[in-house]
């Protein structure tokens, strides 16, 4: 089945510019005076103020010697400097490769093996530890890039099909991959966006979204930027502080994952939500329960969408006409969506990316032979057209918003001595979605393991959302005829 687009105005010429730096520079010329982002330290920070800053720093990261194409790596909590940082990155040519600041030294050390990147901004010095002993000649430098600067270099010159961010995301190996997405990939997600919720200069978005992932990054962060509108930054998130900065800089904006929305959904100060113009929802599905709650509690009716790492923005519930729950609604301006004989969702469009990293024969995995992107997700349509996920073609466990493959957390804790087998999978919960669970079956020969041992084995080696919070220890796993363990048949 072909579904045509009714989430938003169909995706015409970008008006302003081919891409994110072209449109950047536009605001900075006619509107440098305009408020841009806000965070407790710094106070408000104008275009203009935003121009200066990611050209100097441009200027800094140019002298030490990066040139267009190269990688540097990004591992910082949310600031005014780390904006001020991607953005020079991005203006430079630079390709941005954002990494969790829950990773451990494992994942930081696979992400450098594979990225090379030329230069890393970090803002922990265990993390800058780990990048040195990974590779001694990255440029290890703080989200303020305290460096000499070198003579101005050439800005805003990147090409659509240049690479702009390299964003990592598991497969079923366990191994993350670099999805290379293009300067024009990240533009058309950002304008489906801006369509489709009628997102203009004078939105004002709470944006307490990490920006190392997609959603804070290429939604929130892009979207502000190119629609030249405006937001509040916050370094985490917390239901007050949310609320707090609704009402004091009178947002309109707010986009969050479903743990968020069942954080907000049990605040006593629920009813503010309703004072923002739209709420967004996505990385995990949010429950209709949840939807129910907070439109009852603050008339807020959360617009829920669909995304991924290697698309951007792909569906979106309708800005006009009925959100509804349980579903994601239609593709969004520009993307095409059809569903394999299997249910598989495959998208193509502008947004979709250009392939993994350094990995041809993934990349060529990925895509139909007629050119569509599989995404790994199961849906079906409404009679009348909502896409519903209902199901993975992959094992993927989603524990608030954060994707965690079973495969790897199985891979460290094997590397236990007291541990015999193991499977790993998800286990419903009302706050988080899902709970990493592990099911271990101890060696025979050693003395039988402790759950708590289990979990500090864990930790040290890899980042704590991917962590089991529940271990159970089993005589044998549920296999088939051929060895392979029934992941369905693991119940909590
Ligand atoms: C933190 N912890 C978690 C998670 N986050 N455990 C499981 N799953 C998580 N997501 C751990 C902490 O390390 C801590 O462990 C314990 O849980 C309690 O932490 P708490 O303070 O309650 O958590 P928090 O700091 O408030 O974080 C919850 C959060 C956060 C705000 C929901 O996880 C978050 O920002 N999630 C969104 C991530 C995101 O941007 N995802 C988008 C990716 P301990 O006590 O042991 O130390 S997907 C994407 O980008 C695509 C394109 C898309 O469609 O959007
Ligand atoms: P990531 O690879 O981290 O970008 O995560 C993308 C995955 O998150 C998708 O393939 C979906 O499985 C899931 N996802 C994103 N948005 C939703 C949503 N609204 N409902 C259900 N799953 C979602």
Redesign the pocket.
């Known amino acids: 089945m072909h579904l045509p687009g009714p989430a938003g105005p169909p995706l015409g010429d970008a008006p302003m510019g081919a891409t994110l730096p072209e449109a950047l520079a536009a605001h900075f010329e006619t509107s440098p005076g305009r408020p841009l982002l806000w965070e407790e330290r710094r106070g408000w920070v104008t275009s203009g103020d935003l121009d200066r800053a990611s050209r100097q720093v441009a200027a800094r990261l140019a002298g030490a010697g990066l040139r267009p194409g190269d990688r540097i790596l990004m591992s910082a909590a949310t600031s005014v400097e780390l904006v001020e940082t991607h953005v020079a990155a991005l203006r430079l040519g630079l390709v941005v490769v954002p990494a969790n600041t829950a990773y451990r030294e494992r994942e930081i050390a696979h992400l450098v093996g594979d990225s090379s990147p030329r230069a890393a901004v970090v803002d922990d010095p265990d993390r800058a530890g780990w990048i040195r002993r990974a590779d001694p000649d990255v440029l290890v430098v703080g989200p303020d890039v305290d460096l000499r600067p070198g003579p101005a270099p050439l800005l805003d010159a990147v090409r659509p099909e240049d690479p702009a961010i390299l964003g990592y995301?598991s497969g079923t190996t366990g191994t993350p991959k670099g999805a290379v997405l293009s300067h024009g990939n990240l533009l058309a997600s950002s304008e489906s966006v801006r369509l489709a919720w009628r997102w203009t200069a004078d939105d004002r978005l709470v944006l307490a979204l990490p920006l190392f992932?997609?959603h804070g990054l290429g939604v929130g962060l892009h979207g502000t930027l190119l629609t030249g509108a405006s937001a509040v930054l916050l370094p985490r998130f917390d239901p007050d502080e949310v609320l707090d900065a609704v009402a004091a800089h009178d947002a309109t904006l707010f986009f969050g994952v479903p743990t968020m929305y069942a954080r907000l959904a049990g605040s006593p100060r629920l009813s503010e939500l309703g004072r923002l113009r739209v709420c967004v929802?996505?990385?995990?599905?949010?429950p209709p329960a949840v939807f129910d709650r907070l439109a009852d509690g603050s008339g807020q009716r959360i617009l829920?969408?669909?995304?991924?790492?290697?698309t951007g923005m792909n569906v979106s519930n309708p800005y006009d006409g009925e959100r509804r729950p349980g579903t994601?609604g239609f593709p969004l301006p520009g993307v095409e969506l059809r569903l394999a004989e299997d249910g598989e969702v495959e998208v193509r469009g502008p947004n979709v990316f250009c392939g993994y990293w350094g990995r041809p024969d993934a990349t060529a995995a990925a895509f139909t032979d007629d050119g569509w992107f599989k995404?790994?997700?199961i849906g079906e349509h409404d009679p009348d057209g909502y896409l519903r996920?209902v199901g993975?073609a992959r094992d993927?466990i989603?524990t608030g918003g954060l994707?965690v493959y079973p495969r790897e957390v199985e891979d460290v804790l094997l590397e236990h001595p007291a541990v015999s087998e193991v499977a790993v999978a998800g286990t419903p919960d009302p706050e988080w979605g899902e709970i990493v669970t592990a099911w271990v079956v101890p060696s025979p020969a050693a003395t039988p393991p402790e759950e708590a041992e289990l979990a500090r084995f864990a930790s040290d080696r890899l980042a704590r959302f991917k962590c089991p919070r529940r271990v159970l220890f089993v005589d044998a796993l549920p296999r088939n005829a051929l060895g392979k363990v029934l992941r369905h048949e693991l119940k909590g």
């Open positions: 995301t992932h997609i929802s996505g990385s995990a599905p949010l829920e969408r669909y995304g991924m790492t290697e994601v995404t790994g997700d996920l993975r993927l989603i994707n």
